[in-house]
């Protein structure tokens, strides 16, 4: 072994789940990982980017393409909406390899209209997929992390969902809801080595390329994500609970953060003038910050009460 390879993340004897791998991200992610020895569950229905249609085909030739390359991968075609189609992506990871290390929910799909003309069914599928598909693939998963007393798990956020984007009322709200599942999960897996983080990527797929400026298409290649996925999927990751915002080579982390805020004492009688008048002071974010727990937050409030 070279000495670079003795720094290379390796991935032998982990068992991994890709979902929506038949394509774009979740298709480059697993590759990355099966190239360097991990065991693949490559999930895909194979339908089209809203959602409809399905076909095994996606799935299978990604199967093919691991297994030429000399690296091992089953192929599962359920839907991440379907619980007992959750249930079977993970259950396909027990039957070939008896367990499940690493879990990247990647499936998505758009379904993408002003919110006035949005119809509800659009809404719904949407939230089905990205943030109760996520919910259900990770709820059969974890109870085998837990006994593992390990597991990855990456979540695929958005910018749209972090900071707005016109006609995706149902894909932001998604998206920022697996903020939300990542932010109480990574409190609940600490204690059994679950680590779960979350990308916000940006790269050059079916789902994008007609949406992006041609021009930069080349610079978006799906590799620069799935660098950062093998990371947060390896050993080596100690980071839990962070968005990473990542694409065509840039990398960073994004972060809800807090105003220091204005408190008018304990028992003061405040009225919506006060607010109108402090709305500069109260929004000022010179002095904002991050909180790790929904009790240091709470914390801060309690905390001028014991002063
Ligand atoms: P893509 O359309 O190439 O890949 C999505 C895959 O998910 C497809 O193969 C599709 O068949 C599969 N899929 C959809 N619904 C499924 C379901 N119910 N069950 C199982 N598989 C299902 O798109 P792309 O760009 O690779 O997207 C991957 C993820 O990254 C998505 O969650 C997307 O929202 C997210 N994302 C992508 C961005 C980009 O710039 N490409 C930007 C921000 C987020």
């Not at 569950?41 to 980017?49: K, S």
């Not at 249609?53 to 093919?64: E, F, K, L, P, Q």
């Not at 982390?253 to 008018?264: D, N, P, R």
Request: glycine fraction near 12%.
């Amino acid at each position: 072994m070279s000495a670079q390879d003795s720094r290379m993340l390796a991935f032998s004897g982990r068992v991994a789940i890709v979902t929506g791998a038949g394509s774009g991200l979740g298709r480059s992610h697993a590759l990355l990982l099966a190239s360097r020895g991990a065991k693949l569950v490559i999930n895909d229905l194979g339908g089209a980017v809203d959602g409809r249609g399905g076909s095994a085909t996606a799935a299978d030739a990604v199967v093919a393409e691991i297994k030429a390359a000399g690296g091992e991968a089953v192929a599962n075609h359920d839907s991440v909406s379907d619980p007992a189609g959750a249930a079977r992506i993970v259950q396909a990871a027990l039957d070939a390899w008896g367990r499940v290390d690493i879990l990247v929910n990647n499936a998505g799909i758009l379904r993408d209209k002003s919110f006035a003309k949005m119809p509800l069914e659009d809404f719904d599928a949407v939230l089905a997929v990205h943030l109760l598909g996520s919910a259900y693939v990770t709820h059969a998963a974890w109870p085998h992390m837990q006994a593992a007393n390990y597991g990855r798990v990456v979540m695929t956020t958005s910018a749209a969902g972090l900071y707005g984007n016109f006609g995706q009322t149902n894909y932001g709200a998604a998206k920022l809801g697996l903020v939300g599942l990542m932010n109480a999960l990574k409190q609940e897996g600490g204690k059994n080595g679950i680590l779960i983080n979350t990308i916000a990527p940006v790269a050059a797929t079916r789902m994008t390329e007609p949406l992006f400026p041609p021009k930069l298409l080349p610079h978006l290649q799906p590799a620069y994500i799935s660098a950062v996925v093998a990371y947060l999927c390896s050993e080596s990751c100690n980071a839990t609970g962070d968005i990473i915002s990542v694409g065509a080579g840039y990398y960073a982390k994004a972060q809800i953060v807090e105003s220091e805020g204005v408190f008018y004492g304990a028992g003061a009688e405040v009225t919506p003038e006060m607010i109108a008048a402090d709305w500069g002071r109260i929004t000022d974010m010179g002095k904002a910050r991050a909180y790790g727990a929904a009790m240091e937050e709470v914390a801060k409030i309690f905390g001028y009460f014991v002063k």
